[in-house]
């Protein structure tokens, strides 16, 4: 069955400390995988996505995430947080073609600390 | 930058009554779909549309939740009778094309009291 793992439900960092949040897939064919950004009350904002080809990807505001086939994985990354960045994170897993579906992890919601 | 609209923002309203919203996705965008967020969980695919026809409805309550999108283009999430447990957020999402990138509009908040 497809499904997405959010290991850590909550995470706190310190403004300028470096950030990691993890995630974890299930799906029988080559996955295309998505980190989206959620901000209390709001709808969700692409930060990047993973179809195919190098498997370090670039996002928006600074962040990156690595898909690791070996490990199922593609976890987010940020060297440096902003206080701005206090948000929910989701990651979710698709596939190629025909009508496959989003299916999104239980998020990861990030505090900030000054 | 072209965006989903989604209306109204917040709707409460008692259980038993008819709730209805509405969700108009990036121009030229085929692939159309209604979203359900429980709170402190991740989004939940109800229904998908491909133009004007439902490809995916398997998630979708179907003796009280009703979806359209009758001219391909903007489309209405129905619930008929709301009950307690369908408050959360309801998302559309928009998509050039099944498996592409999809576009999240704004939510609406929904209180069944």
């Known amino acids: 069955a497809q499904s997405v793992t959010q290991p850590d439900i909550h995470i706190t960092v310190s403004e300028g400390a470096s950030l990691e949040l993890r995630c974890n897939y299930s799906?029988?064919?080559?996955?295309?995988l998505f980190w989206y950004v959620q901000s209390p009350g709001q709808g969700l904002q692409l930060l990047l996505k993973?179809?195919?080809?190098?498997?370090l990807v670039q996002g928006i505001k600074g962040f990156e995430a690595e898909f690791k086939r070996s490990q199922s994985s593609f976890n987010l990354r940020k060297p440096s947080v902003h206080w701005s960045d206090a948000a929910e994170y989701f990651c979710?897993?698709?596939?190629?073609?025909?009508?496959?579906?989003?299916?999104f992890g239980a998020g990861t919601r990030l505090a900030v600390h000054p | 930058e072209a965006e989903v609209a989604q209306s109204p923002r917040y709707k409460i309203t008692e259980k038993s009554q008819a709730v209805a919203f509405w969700c108009d996705p990036i121009?030229?965008?085929?692939?159309l779909y209604w979203y359900r967020q429980i709170l402190g969980q991740g989004p939940e695919l109800l229904v998908q549309?491909?133009?004007?026809?439902?490809?995916?409805d398997s998630q979708l309550p179907k003796d009280r939740f009703s979806a359209e999108r009758l001219k391909g283009v903007d489309s209405t999430l129905k619930i008929q009778p709301a009950e307690l447990g369908d408050s959360a957020m309801y998302l559309c999402?928009?998509?050039?094309?099944?498996?592409?990138?999809?576009?999240f509009g704004p939510g609406t908040r929904l209180l069944v009291l």
């Open positions: 999402a928009s998509s050039s094309d099944p498996g592409e990138t999809q576009y």
């Open positions: 799906y029988g064919a080559t996955p295309y």
């Open positions: 993973y179809f195919s080809g190098d498997t």
């Open positions: 979710a897993v698709g596939g190629s073609g025909g009508y496959n579906k989003l299916i």
């Open positions: 121009s030229g965008h085929a692939t």
């Open positions: 549309f491909q133009d004007e026809s439902v490809v995916d």
